[in-house]
């Protein structure tokens, strides 16, 4: 029964991407008034709560993650499907909406701390694994599995570090590789415009000043969740700082109030001179949707963006959506990975491991991230087949200099990125760089050294 609730999902999904399925609809005529299919923001279809462990049953293997709604869902369904057919388990997709995983992660901790696991939740790699669950002893080291299906060789140093602890022991499969320092455009409207995108932050200025000109909104923000407020800082931030100063900053080894991250704060107070009234009623998929629609000319989001073009508003790469590193970041990559591991007395602990299995597969990757919008965590992805966007960002991942982000939990421990978080929300509201820029050094005192 609980497998059919999966089938619901999907086909809400599909009817969402493919109109009446005569196959000729405007994926865009599908979303509802906020921008998203109507699904984004829902609990999984039918009687599992994923705040109530007591609704799954006990034999299944249940999935935890935020993928839920447009941009996010059609990969993890599709990686289910190929698991249940694999390996015949009975799976309860156990998706918490919200971008960026906040509310999840509520729901995660409290389940956690209720010593009610579900089988594998998703959780970047880097601080938010190693420093919140590993560090409280509530996940199985997976080393054997890494020894039995030699995944050793086939993910990058820089992935095997973040997932692994002092003593060698390593606890997640990434299952991809998201960038966050992406500008989106809107190919027709730089070219009815006749504009190239920037890639500087002298270009980005000069080129929203036409674009004002010319009646379109340059940038679009959607802040309604305030984690894409810390999501755009860090680019801004890169952007300014350069990587070497960037990971100095998270390593506890730069000064916070230094000029330059005063002026990431100026810079990205210039930027949002350019964005949309509306923004704090939108979230990232409805920002997009603005320069999907050609409302707006620039995103600055994570290539999950590119999902939600080219998998549900079927948009093509490079004819209708154009992609630069965001501003002065060319030659650095924000890295987002999404790992999935296994807690501590795992419900159905065979099952899940034949789950870790399927994502860490050449099959499983090459399934979930052409949908997804990232690139194969693995190395021996088969790229070839990836559409331009992702042939183009895994070339990147290869040259730039790689840096971890500290919206997607990655580059600092728990409680220093709250403190950033509360103090880039307050930032919004007062614009004092100043400010800002004390209120992290504070946090890096407290927390990063
Ligand atoms: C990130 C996650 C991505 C995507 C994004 C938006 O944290 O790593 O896979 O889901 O949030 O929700």
Same mark, same amino acid.
């Given at each position: ?9 999907a ?12 196959g ?39 999935i ?12 993890l ?6 698991f249940?057919?694999?390996y ?24 956690m ?12 790699? +880097? ?9 409280a ?12 299906e ?32 992406v ?8 070219? !009815? ?15 929203? !000043?036409?674009?004002?000109?010319a009646?379109?909104t340059p940038l ?30 998270? !390593?506890?080894? @730069? ?12 810079n ?15 979230n990232?998929?409805?920002?997009a949707q603005l320069?999907?629609?050609?409302e707006?000319?620039?995103?600055i ?12 508003l ?6 209708d959506? +154009? ?25 159905n ?10 994502? +860490?597969s ?21 790229? @070839?087949?990836?559409?331009e966007?992702g ?31 509360s ?9 004092d760089?100043?400010?800002? @820029? ?12």
């Amino acid at each position: 029964m609980k497998r059919a609730l999966v089938a619901v999902a999907a086909c809400a999904l599909l009817l969402a991407a493919c109109g009446d399925g005569n196959g000729e609809e405007d994926p865009l005529a599908g979303l509802d008034a906020n921008g998203d299919n109507g699904d984004n923001g829902e609990e999984p279809a039918g009687d599992v709560d994923p705040e109530d462990p007591d609704t799954v049953p006990d034999d299944a293997v249940e999935i935890f993650s935020w993928w839920t709604g447009a941009g996010e869902e059609a990969g993890l369904l599709a990686l289910i499907d190929m698991f249940e057919s694999e390996y015949g388990h009975e799976v309860v997709n156990s998706a918490v909406a919200g971008g960026a995983g906040t509310d999840a992660q509520a729901v995660l901790t409290s389940r956690m701390q209720a010593g009610q696991p579900p089988s594998s939740f998703q959780i970047h790699a +880097g601080r938010a694994l190693l420093d919140q669950w590993v560090a409280a002893d509530a996940m199985e080291p997976l080393n054997d599995l890494y020894d039995e299906e030699g995944w050793w060789e086939v993910f990058p140093d820089e992935l095997l570090e973040m997932t692994t602890d002092e003593d060698g022991n390593i606890y997640s499969v990434p299952v991809n590789v998201h960038r966050s320092n992406v500008l989106f455009t809107n190919t027709q409207v730089f070219e !009815d415009n006749d504009l190239t995108p920037p890639t500087t932050f002298d270009e980005f200025f000069e080129v929203a !000043d036409a674009l004002e000109a010319a009646g379109v909104t340059p940038l679009a923000l959607g802040d309604n969740e305030s984690w894409t407020l810390l999501h755009t800082w860090e680019t801004v931030l890169l952007g300014t700082v350069g990587p070497e100063t960037y990971q100095a900053l998270f !390593d506890g080894e @730069a000064d916070w109030q230094s000029p330059e991250v005063v002026e990431s704060f100026e810079n990205l107070e210039r930027m949002f001179g350019y964005i949309n009234d509306d923004h704090s009623a939108r979230n990232w998929q409805d920002a997009a949707q603005l320069v999907a629609e050609g409302e707006a000319a620039m995103n600055i989001m994570g290539d999950w963006a590119q999902g939600y073009f080219s998998t549900d508003l079927e948009m093509e790469p490079e004819t209708d959506f +154009g992609w630069e590193p965001t501003p002065g970041t060319d030659g650095s990559f924000i890295t987002v990975v999404d790992t999935f591991g296994l807690p501590e007395d795992a419900p159905n602990r065979e099952g899940t491991l034949d789950w870790l299995r399927v994502l +860490g597969s050449v099959e499983g990757q090459d399934t979930f991230n052409p949908l997804k919008g990232s690139i194969p965590a693995r190395l021996d992805g088969n790229i @070839a087949e990836y559409n331009e966007y992702g042939q183009d960002t895994y070339n990147d991942f290869q040259d730039d200099s790689l840096v971890p982000s500290l919206a997607h939990n990655s580059a600092a421990p728990p409680n220093f990125t709250d403190a950033a978080m509360s103090a880039v929300v307050e930032w919004m509201a007062q614009r004092d760089a100043e400010r800002s @820029a004390e209120q992290l050094e504070q946090a890096a005192d407290d927390f990063l050294r």
